[in-house]
Nanobody, 115 residues
């Protein structure tokens, strides 16, 4: 049974930083790719960043240069370091894992950016 536990959200002022974590119940090397999505109130869920088994990364344009996705295979954990946060980054952030086409999701962690 694959389980993803995402955590690390909170309330932060504009310009601040947060680091999200996604801990998997299985060896993350099994996954083709892992990533982070977010869903703001009244908006569709959007892809934020992905990292493949080989370590290749991709980012949505709006967060390039501010967010960094990384993985620690020994801890079966993927991270999203978020710097220079903006009010538009406010959303529930969900961890995602792709296992040969089967998708798994964390429950989400709330990120709120406000002064």
């Amino acid at each position: 049974q694959v389980q993803l536990v995402d955590a690390g959200g909170g309330l932060v002022q504009p310009g601040g930083s947060l680091r999200l974590s996604c801990a998997a119940s299985v060896n993350i090397f099994n996954f083709n790719a892992m990533g982070w999505y977010r869903q703001a109130p009244g908006k569709q869920r959007e892809l934020v960043a992905t990292i493949t088994r080989g370590g290749s990364t991709e980012y949505v344009d709006s967060i390039k240069g501010r967010f960094t996705i990384s993985r620690d295979n020994a801890k079966n954990t993927v991270y999203l370091q978020m710097n220079s946060l903006e009010t538009d980054d406010t959303a529930v952030y969900y961890c995602n894992a792709n296992l040969y086409g089967s998708l798994y999701w964390g429950r989400g962690t709330q990120v709120s950016v406000s002064s």
